[in-house]
């Protein structure tokens, strides 16, 4: 009988530089004035948390398209020239894992509106609710919104953040 594959609990336990995501997705952060796009999600990878928009990309799809289509997809919002802030490599313990790019627009067409997939929510810049989050996003949402890049890296237990780290661009 072989022994099961250990889980990494620890960053170091993954060798960066081969790792590959099961899936990749994005995140859309949309600005105006003082206050951020944010959804409740409805369905899937964390569903009831807030989050900004994003999904999965389709086959062949940029990840600035898929950044596009999923915010209109979901808040029926067309963010105007997004800009690229960052990437997140999350690993779960149960295997599975997912890239997701981060854009930031601070132009957009179109009122944002409820879907079946999410809720939108124009929140005060200074009142995100960190505690309704991903653990991650207290970590480097403050840093994308601060004008800097970043790349993290994170292992979850479920909804619990056991390891991270987050490399940021500094002027």
């Given at each position: 009988m072989t022994?099961?594959?250990?889980?990494?609990?620890?960053?170091?336990?993954?060798?960066?530089?081969?790792?590959?995501?099961?899936?990749?997705?994005?995140?859309?952060f949309v600005i105006r004035d003082h206050e951020v796009l944010l959804i409740r999600k409805q369905r899937g990878l964390g569903a009831g948390k807030i989050n900004a928009p994003g999904?999965?990309?389709?086959?062949?799809?940029?990840?600035?398209?898929?950044?596009?289509?999923?915010?209109?997809?979901?808040v029926c919002v067309t963010p105007l020239d997004p800009n690229h802030r960052g990437e997140l490599l999350f690993q779960f313990i149960d295997g599975y894992s997912i890239h997701?790019?981060?854009?930031?627009?601070?132009?957009?067409?179109?009122?944002?509106?409820?879907?079946?997939?999410?809720?939108?929510?124009?929140?005060?810049?200074?009142?995100i609710p960190y505690d309704e989050m991903w653990a991650d996003d207290r970590v480097w949402v403050p840093e994308m919104?601060?004008?800097r890049r970043f790349c993290g890296r994170f292992i979850f237990d479920g909804d619990e953040m056991v390891d991270h780290a987050v490399e940021v661009e500094r002027a």
């Open positions: 022994e099961p594959t250990p889980v990494p609990r620890r960053l170091e336990e993954i060798d960066w530089s081969t790792w590959q995501a099961v899936d990749k997705a994005t995140l859309l999904g999965r990309l389709d086959d062949g799809e940029s990840p600035r398209e898929g950044a596009i289509r999923e915010v209109q997809e979901e997701v790019w981060v854009f930031l627009a601070t132009d957009h067409r179109g009122e944002a509106c409820a879907t079946d997939e999410a809720i939108p929510l124009w929140t005060p810049l200074d009142a919104l601060a004008g």
